[in-house]
């Protein structure tokens, strides 16, 4: 009987220990290297009250019972199926079989299953950032749009500015011209004509002063859009890239639920 014990046990990919028993004792036993119940041959079967093997005899039917590492550092999977002869139960043979890989799979995909779950979660919490620098992004764009509008709009006032500084130059250099030709009596005339000049060309540097100055300001402000249009477009990528790699997290997350779910 030990043979046939060892050429069973020699079928199974894992660990295995095998019991033979009758209706009234145990006719064999062949432990496994990790798996040893240490079921002595001739023990009475009623020893083995509330195993598999004792319920296969009772019922006829096949057994199953998964065991977890507490007895042997191993899970393992017992089955008892009952031998049959002319319909009546005479005996039972059973198989205490190791899933210790089983077991490890099923914990490393309930560990990279949580571990998804964490990853998805931060992913989706970059993306969320994301979306709200782009739209900061925005909201400064908007702004720095509308900056350049009013330097524009600036321009323009200097431009009329200037326009009235050069006819003020205009008048004040004719009204000089005049005072010259009145001699004495155009003196304080030709005074006023003096400061008006003064007062035109201090207006006209000014207004290139300032005008070169907002220039300075435009030209920051469009290479700040121009960065901040980059920083967009990067943004929006990385969007996309978190939203592509939480779908693949979900993937993922999907097969090790299933592998954890195997039984």
Do not use: W
């Not at 079989?97 to 998804?116: F, I, M, P, T, Y």
């Not at 009596?185 to 290139?208: P, W």
């Not at 990385?238 to 779910?261: C, I, K, P, W, Y």
Request: hydrophobic letters at 40%; zero cysteines; charged letters at 20%.
């Amino acid at each position: 009987m030990q043979n046939v014990l060892s050429m069973i046990q020699k079928t199974y990919p894992e660990d295995a220990a095998l019991v033979l028993a009758d209706t009234d004792k145990v006719l064999a036993y062949l432990p496994g290297e990790k798996i040893d119940l240490k079921v002595p041959v001739g023990a009475p079967i009623e020893k083995f009250r509330g195993t598999v093997s004792y319920a296969a005899l009772e019922t006829g039917k096949v057994q199953r019972e998964e065991r977890g590492p507490e007895a042997f550092g191993i899970s393992y999977l017992s089955t008892a199926v009952p031998v049959m002869r002319e319909g009546e139960v005479v005996g039972v043979i059973a198989a205490m079989v190791s899933n210790h890989k089983a077991a490890r799979l099923q914990d490393g995909a309930q560990e990279l299953s949580s571990l998804v779950e964490e990853m998805t979660a931060t992913s989706e919490e970059v993306t969320r950032s994301s979306m709200g620098i782009t739209q900061r992004l925005d909201e400064l764009v908007s702004s720095s749009n509308s900056m350049v509008h009013d330097i524009e709009s600036s321009f323009e006032i200097l431009s009329s500015v200037k326009r009235i500084a050069d006819q003020s130059h205009m008048l004040g250099l004719n009204a000089a011209i005049e005072a010259a030709r009145a001699g004495e009596q155009g003196r304080g005339f030709g005074v006023v004509a003096t400061e008006i000049r003064k007062l035109a060309n201090d207006s006209h540097a000014l207004v290139k002063s300032i005008h070169s100055q907002l220039a300075g300001m435009k030209q920051s402000i469009l290479q700040m859009d121009q960065s901040i249009q980059q920083i967009m477009s990067f943004s929006q990528h990385q969007g996309q890239a978190m939203q592509e790699l939480s779908r693949a997290f979900e993937h993922v997350a999907g097969t090790a639920n299933d592998l954890s779910n195997l039984d």
